[in-house]
């Protein structure tokens, strides 16, 4: 069964709703980063000025019926599945899989639900982020040449795997769950400067693009939101993803 709503429609929803949970201070379009300045989700962390970014692609998932699907016998039951475009076809999946070994909380964020009802539901009562699955790209390999990989994930219970060589990866079931797991990494948390300085510094090398200034001590760090846009043009463009700065406020 093939998702009724587009991964545009989903992305927006799943951005829309973050920036009324959370609470922000920017202006944000799909698939471009948000920034979000206060977290108001129930964190209990006594910790001011640090942060936790997570980087978010959104995927659409399909609902898989047929015993004769691709991927069935891993699970033998009904299952959701999206696909990863071969590295010949896309680079990014290798490069959110190397954005992964920079910072920690980088996710694939894909619907648990394929029916418009529950989808137009969900979108107005604030439960798309509930009802969607964070899968962790530190578990999942890089791809290479034309092989062609899926995701494939089971509701009940919560199982997920990598394909076509079957890996199970680590994922997440809903908002609350995530928001738990980042919480408990605190070794992960940082300021936003030196967040700053290493995603500047990962995405310009990576790309083998100049730093816009022309140089590339990054010594002007604060919050200025015209390198933040630019940072966010960059991640939308080459990453397909969204960011989100969580930041742990004292009591």
């Known amino acids: 069964m093939e998702a009724a709503f587009s991964e545009l429609q989903y992305a927006y929803s799943c951005t829309r709703e973050l920036e009324n949970r959370l609470g922000s201070s920017c202006s944000c379009a799909p698939y471009f980063p948000t920034l979000i300045e206060e977290a108001k989700f129930g964190f209990d962390v006594a910790i001011g000025s640090l942060y936790a970014p997570v980087f978010l ?10 015993k004769s699907a691709r991927n069935w016998k891993e699970f033998s039951s009904s299952f959701f599945r999206f696909s990863v475009y071969p590295a010949t076809k896309s680079p990014q999946h290798n490069r959110l899989k190397s954005l992964s070994t920079v910072f920690p909380f980088v996710y694939y964020c894909s619907s648990a639900f394929v029916d418009y009802d529950q989808f137009d539901s969900f979108h107005t009562h604030g439960r798309i982020v509930d ?21 494939i994930f089971q509701t009940a219970p919560w199982r997920y795997r ?13 908002w609350d769950e995530l928001a738990k797991t980042i919480r ?3 070794e992960h948390f940082d300021t936003i400067d030196n967040i700053y300085k290493k995603l500047t510094k990962y995405i310009f ?9 022309g140089n590339n001590d990054f010594q002007d760090t ?20 969204s960011l989100v700065l969580l930041k742990y406020k004292d009591k």
Request: net charge negative; charged share 20%.
């Open 184 to 186: 408990e990494k605190r």
């Open 222 to 241: 604060t919050l200025e939101p015209d390198r933040w846009t630019y940072i966010s043009h960059l991640l939308g463009m080459y990453f397909n993803s």
């Open 131 to 151: 009802n969607s699955v964070f899968i962790n790209l530190c578990t999942i390999p890089k791809n290479s040449g034309n092989a062609e990989h899926d995701i």
């Open 162 to 174: 990598w394909c076509s060589d079957p890996i199970e990866v680590k994922g997440t079931n809903g």
């Open 57 to 66: 692609q959104y995927k659409v998932a399909d609902y898989m019926i047929r």
């Open 205 to 213: 090398t990576l790309l083998n693009i100049a730093e816009p200034d």
